[in-house]
């Protein structure tokens, strides 16, 4: 593609193993918003980002994703270092679904899915039969395959954020990032959207996913990553990580470990 920069002999497969970011810090004017954060993905595993509102977890998810430009550090893909990758390369290695999304262009659900093929489309980005056929496959897989001829712009926050999953999984990337995937759904979605999480980690592919549900969390990661004031807190597996007394330094909340039929769970006070 003109005016890109070609992307690193190291990764011109696109067999991603893992991500690491390196300081990764961004400032706006005098507040810095993330400083000095290290991570470490690996495809086929689920890490969450925790933290309470404005720690930092959407602009980790946005730095990687490259909707904002890092004041310092630096991600590798593989050892490349993810800048070096054109616009191309970077969609068909790493897809993100956000909180929320909208679009002024009509658009039905199935024709939102079918954008996330065009990374991997020719100059001329006509759908092929393999497209339909997979927008099809990933509109089922994210429990919107009921919503596809339907107009986007008419659809709820649940079902706009199913459509946008499907759009994701189309994309084939190597690792899916997700902020607050579970917002806008209700309690029996949100568990079927965190199956389909971890479908997804089974494949092979990575995913990093912003989260603010606790409980969530420790069902669906491997490991998980706590941001508070934008520092990295505490890293690891989220039974380990989420203690009593992290927990009420994090999120200002009491909080213990309770056995269920379901397994561990975490239940909430206030701080007395």
Not at 193 to 212: D, K, Y
Not at 217 to 238: E, F, I, N, S
């Amino acid at each position: 593609m003109s005016g890109e920069t070609m992307v690193s002999s190291a990764v011109t497969d696109l067999s991603v193993t893992e991500l690491t970011g390196e300081g990764l810090t961004y400032r706006v004017a005098s507040a810095t918003l993330l400083g000095g954060v290290d991570l470490h993905l690996r495809t086929g595993e689920v890490t969450g980002v925790l933290g309470p509102n404005g720690s930092g977890k959407s602009t980790l998810l946005h730095l990687i994703i490259g909707a904002l430009p890092p004041s310092a550090g630096v991600l590798r893909l593989d050892g490349a270092d993810l800048a070096q990758l054109n616009r191309r390369h970077r969609a068909r290695a790493l897809a993100l679904v956000e909180q929320d999304a909208h679009t002024d262009i009509p658009l039905t659900a199935r024709e939102v899915v079918l954008l996330g093929r065009i990374p991997h489309q020719g100059m001329f980005g006509t759908d092929s039969t393999t497209d339909l056929q997979l927008a099809a496959e990933c509109l089922h897989q994210a429990g919107a395959a009921d919503l596809a001829d339907r107009d986007f712009a008419t659809l709820s926050g649940g079902e706009r954020q199913r459509v946008q999953l499907a759009r994701a999984l189309a994309q084939q990337p190597r690792l899916l990032l997700l902020d607050e995937p579970t917002n806008h759904l209700d309690v029996a979605a949100q568990l079927a959207l965190l199956a389909v999480v971890r479908q997804v980690a089974a494949t092979g592919t990575g995913v990093l996913t912003a989260l603010h549900d606790l409980n969530h969390a420790a069902t669906v990661c491997d490991q998980v990553l706590v941001l508070d004031h934008g520092q990295v807190v505490a890293t690891g597996h989220p039974h380990e990580v989420l203690t009593r007394e992290l927990i009420a330094d994090v999120y200002r909340v009491d909080a213990e470990w309770v056995p269920t039929n379901h397994g561990p769970t975490l239940v909430f006070a206030p701080l007395g």
